[in-house]
């Protein structure tokens, strides 16, 4: 039989609260609102169909304290990650958020009303404590301390929330489930013993000998749950993976599996997000779950080192499996025997027995070089798949972003690259001028903040353009190494095939800037008749790690140019 939801009780909010939905929807068009980013509508789904049972709502600072120092809401119950709704001073201040107020959440995607929050408290969060606390270390390396760094608010508000409506899905509806209908599922198929399986990444022949072994192990079933909100930056976008379940799904024997997708967006989180998964698993009905080596790692650190020990999550889930109520099924890699062309967990292989193995970056450069991916790793329908979603390196779109001071020679540089590429053909070239996308949004100053914004439009636009095969060329000034580092997630994020994105940091000394100013904008700066402007009254930050480092005082531009295409055809992308 199914697993008890943890907590004791499912909290499908959006059930609870369908007598009242008109009255809560109507109620919403009169409130103040908050448009969700991404992770918040994420979040939210699992919230109000019951995934993150026992919460109703985003954490307030009670629960969130205990979460980071005990892994234990403030009532005691285990739950590992925290789960916040973070707003800006200005936020606070225009929407009047305070307790007891109510506050509309809507969908980012077509602005409909999704539920109501009661705020309970607005507090402030120590970004170093969290990100060594949850995530291990506070090191920018790890895409959840990024994301912390550079897109997270400085406030949380907490308080439970009515759902007026579930988020709106116009991709794979059929196998979305709600925690409620993947249970109703199971009852319906007599399923007493289901295997959970989590994934962000495509699968192949060892996970599906993997997840086999696993059912026949338990006398189970197969549920195949892939992650399709948020995930690693550069990750195989969720269309492409879901064609990959669904043709390997075929694999299995028949009546054995079954695929439906989450709508989570992960943190990466190793230890903690392993026991938050079988949480998450537990409250769909599941009563055992895999983990396996590394699980939910991001990879490497700072230092080169990963950031996670591989069997650190087998081991917390172990310490926490009475409470989880949840049987942890630990799986060691799976490799290759070619001598009896089957896959093996590692720690039974033979002594001296000859294995072989594809890493999960060494595929990702297959696909985006063409190389061969030999039938003994994955399926022939999967590769397809695969293959359809990654076209030949020289039809790949790419993102070269030029920073630096204003008249820096990084428009002249962005400019001529543009004739450069233009020339070679084979792609579309466009071009993002930092000032021209600047002068469309008359809105738009210059303090730390609309900087930012500039620049999320600008990568968004990239992004958008390089996923369908575009040369992007994007020179804006962006002093801020925050601002850089979400130009490049974002592009890795949205871009697909088209996620190759290369900084290049434009070091002409500030001194020439200046005296070639023939606009005379500095000298408005210095006259105080221009605020915020880089290089005047405010720091430019110089890149950490630019791809390519030029300089129009030593360098010619023609001479700039090659460079850069030298850097491209390195890359193999022209």
């Not at 912390?148 to 608010?153: A, D, S, T, Y």
Request: net charge negative; charged share 25%; glycine share 8%.
């Amino acid at each position: 039989m199914a697993s008890t939801p943890h907590g004791g009780i499912l909290k499908d909010l959006v059930s609870r609260d369908e007598p009242i939905s008109g009255q809560l929807k109507d109620e919403a068009a009169k409130l103040k609102d908050i448009v969700l980013t991404e992770r918040q509508l994420c979040d939210l789904e699992l919230i109000i169909n019951g995934g993150f049972s026992p919460l109703e709502g985003f954490m307030n600072e009670a629960d969130y304290t205990s979460v980071v120092d005990t892994l234990r809401l403030s009532d005691g119950t285990l739950f590992a990650m925290p789960v916040t709704l973070d707003v800006s001073s200005a936020d606070i201040e225009h929407l009047s958020i305070v307790p007891g107020a109510r506050i509309t959440l809507r969908d980012p995607r077509d602005d409909e009303a999704l539920a109501i929050i009661t705020v309970d408290d607005v507090y402030t969060y120590d970004r170093v404590k969290e990100s060594i606390l949850v995530f291990g270390a506070d090191d920018p390396a790890h895409p959840s301390v990024a994301y912390l760094r550079n897109r997270v608010k400085p406030f949380y508000v907490g308080g439970k929330v009515q759902a007026i409506q579930a988020p709106s899905h116009f991709d794979y509806v059929a196998l979305r489930y709600t925690p409620t209908e993947l249970r109703t599922h199971f009852k319906k198929l007599a399923w007493r013993r289901v295997v959970a399986f989590q994934t962000r990444n495509p699968m192949h022949r060892a996970h599906r000998e993997l997840t086999v072994r696993a059912a026949r192990q338990h006398q189970a079933n197969v549920l195949i749950h892939p992650v399709v909100g948020l995930t690693k930056p550069g990750d195989v976008d969720h269309y492409t993976r879901v064609r990959v379940y669904e043709a390997i799904m075929a694999k299995y024997p028949n009546g054995m599996g079954h695929l439906a997708l989450l709508p989570l967006a992960m943190r990466m989180a190793g230890p903690r997000e392993a026991v938050w998964h079988a949480i998450i698993r537990k409250n769909f009905g599941a009563t055992h779950f895999i983990v396996g080596r590394d699980h939910a790692g991001p990879g490497k650190n700072s230092q080169g080192k990963d950031f996670y020990g591989p069997y650190d999550a087998q081991e917390l889930v172990e310490k926490y499996k009475d409470e989880i109520e949840i049987e942890m099924v630990p799986f060691q890699q799976m490799t290759y025997l070619p001598s009896t062309d089957e896959y093996q967990p590692v720690d039974e292989i033979p002594a001296g027995a000859q294995t072989l193995d594809i890493s999960g970056t060494e595929l990702r450069r297959r696909l985006k070089s063409g190389a061969h991916i030999p039938d003994w790793f994955s399926y022939e329908a999967v590769v397809t798949r695969l293959r359809e979603s990654y076209p030949p390196r020289n039809k790949q779109g790419f993102v070269l972003c030029l920073t630096g001071f204003y008249n820096s020679g990084k428009n002249i540089i962005a400019k001529a690259l543009q004739v450069a590429l233009n020339e070679q053909g084979g792609r579309s070239v466009s071009l993002l001028l930092g000032e021209t996308v600047r002068d469309d949004n008359v809105k738009l100053g210059f303090t730390p903040d609309e900087r930012h914004e500039n620049l999320k439009r600008i990568s968004f636009v990239a992004g958008e353009l390089a996923r369908a095969g575009a040369a992007v060329i994007a020179s804006p000034i962006a002093p801020e190494e925050r601002s850089r580092a979400l130009v490049k997630d974002t592009v890795l994020q949205n871009g697909g095939a088209g996620g190759n994105f290369f900084l290049i940091h434009v070091a002409t000394p500030l001194e020439h800037c200046e005296s070639t100013d023939r606009k005379g904008i500095y000298a408005q700066a210095r006259r105080g008749e221009i605020r915020g402007f880089v290089g005047v009254d405010t720091e430019y930050e110089v890149p950490k790690k630019a791809d390519l480092v030029v300089d129009v005082t030593t360098q010619s531009i023609p001479s700039i140019v090659h460079s850069i295409v030298l850097l491209l055809e390195t890359t193999s992308l022209i």
